[in-house]
């Protein structure tokens, strides 16, 4: 197909066969896009009649005015992702001598000499961990469609120079992200393996859900899930092969121990209808959100797992157009665990303090 100078959406229509649906198996139209003086090259990932998210072969996603576009082409192959080799070559030339490249299952990590290999090593076993975790609960898990791609800073600097090179705004104190719209892990090495290890888990895991159909990069997802699953994650116990028995063996001890204290002391009473509706205690208070989002979601996946599940399938299938107002989240929520809130909340209190005697 000829290159087009019309607005996308009236060209899209034009071609069918970029609007029909896709069936299963069948791989989407690989497209050149000109907006403004930029050249992309990659798939419709998702649109209305005013936006697209579209999706680069790197896996990398952005969202797009569609008057912005001022021309487009279809290509005669079809879209795939990059391959590992391609991902590694890439990376290599994006980040120079001075870094390494490994690969490891899913994973392509980009991190100092002699390093990059143990992590590779690490964030394919989180993977494997995490998969295995939650099919076993009974929750549908697919295989990421891109391999994904971790970035281990020797030090703050550079990587404080990657953020601004990636124009990604990060609070202060940040060590480490995962960022949807990029698809990658960025971090940097610490005095102490133990904290590189605990960020590595953490951004890891956000990285795994959005990859594996448990989140979806682009509809809007309550924090508390998002973060709530990660610091359940982030617990040796809930991961390991073997299994335990108690949730006293499965639990993340530090989300606890500050979840304890601040139900104990700043907690407003009848306050889970507020914090699953909207985000507002994770900037007025992270520590205490944190703690709550790991309580709730702890909780939900040892007593009412396959309710958890259809949430979370639920969340991830939004109109990723839609806003997700405080009445839509709590309408979702109340649909995959009653509307009997404040009974729902004493179950779920309970349980946290029940923990503490075994």
């Known amino acids: 197909m000829n290159s087009r100078r019309l607005p996308l959406v009236v060209a899209l229509i034009l071609c069918g066969c970029v609007l029909a649906p896709i069936e299963a198996g069948e791989l989407a139209p690989l497209l050149d896009l000109t907006v403004g003086d930029h050249q992309l090259t990659g798939r419709v990932f998702a649109h209305n009649d005013q936006t697209c998210w579209f999706q680069r072969r790197d896996g990398r996603l952005k969202q797009?005015?569609?008057?912005?576009?001022?021309?487009?082409?279809?290509?005669k192959e079809r879209f795939r992702p990059q391959s590992t080799i391609e991902f590694k070559q890439e990376l290599q030339t994006e980040f120079g001598k001075n870094f390494e490249v490994r690969t490891a299952g899913h994973y392509v990590v980009v991190a100092r000499p002699g390093s990059a290999e143990?992590?590779?090593?690490?964030?394919?076993?989180?993977?494997?961990?995490?998969?295995?975790?939650?099919?076993?609960?009974?929750?549908?898990?697919?295989?990421?469609?891109?391999?994904?791609?971790?970035?281990?800073?020797?030090?703050?600097?550079?990587?404080?120079?990657?953020?601004?090179?990636?124009?990604?705004?990060?609070?202060?104190?940040?060590?480490?992200?995962?960022?949807?719209?990029?698809?990658?892990?960025?971090?940097?090495?610490?005095?102490?393996?133990a904290d590189v290890d605990h960020t590595v888990i953490h951004e890891a895991i956000h990285q795994v859900a959005f990859n594996t159909g448990i989140h979806s990069r682009i509809a809007g997802q309550p924090k508390w899930v998002v973060e709530g699953l990660a610091t359940m994650c982030e617990a040796d116990g809930i991961r390991s092969r073997l299994g335990t028995t108690s949730p006293a063996d499965r639990m993340n001890r530090e989300r606890f121990l500050w979840f304890r204290d601040y139900a104990n002391t700043r907690r407003a009473g009848d306050s889970l209808t507020q914090f699953v509706s909207e985000d507002q205690l994770f900037t007025s208070s992270p520590l205490d959100a944190y703690s709550e989002a790991w309580a709730l979601s702890f909780f939900l996946l040892e007593t009412r797992p396959a309710d958890y599940s259809q949430y979370l399938s639920r969340l991830s299938e939004r109109d990723p157009f839609a806003p997700y107002e405080a009445a839509s989240r709590l309408a979702d929520f109340t649909k995959a665990f009653g509307p009997n809130l404040a009974e729902l909340e004493m179950m779920y209190l309970r349980f946290i303090k029940r923990i503490a005697q075994h």
């Open 64 to 75: 797009l005015e569609l008057a912005h576009v001022s021309q487009f082409k279809e290509r």
């Open 118 to 193: 143990a992590y590779a090593g690490l964030f394919d076993r989180i993977y494997r961990e995490f998969v295995r975790l939650f099919r076993a609960r009974g929750l549908t898990i697919v295989d990421s469609e891109f391999p994904l791609v971790a970035v281990v800073f020797p030090d703050q600097l550079s990587f404080l120079k990657y953020c601004a090179a990636e124009r990604t705004p990060i609070q202060p104190g940040t060590v480490g992200f995962y960022l949807p719209s990029s698809n990658r892990v960025a971090l940097f090495e610490r005095a102490g393996a």
